[in-house]
């Protein structure tokens, strides 16, 4: 069963983006402006709310928790 985790190499903020890419097996290039792209079509708030709670409860790589 694959996790995501917030990705230690290739971060640009917290590392999630890059994460959900390794997770799976994606450019983050490509991840990345999903998100971008999701933030204006849906307004910032929810993809932001999303992205913070996401730094917080998604565990970084090499963490055991």
Not at 35 to 60: C, D, M, N, R, S
Request: proline share 5%; aromatic share 10%.
């Amino acid at each position: 069963m694959k996790r995501i985790y917030r990705s230690k190499d290739g971060r640009i903020i917290c590392g999630i983006c890059a994460g959900v890419a390794k997770t799976f097996d994606l450019d983050p290039s490509i991840v990345r402006i999903t998100t971008i792209v999701l933030t204006f079509a849906t307004g910032v708030f929810p993809v932001l709310i999303g992205y913070v709670v996401g730094a917080f409860i998604i565990p970084e790589e090499g963490d055991l928790s």
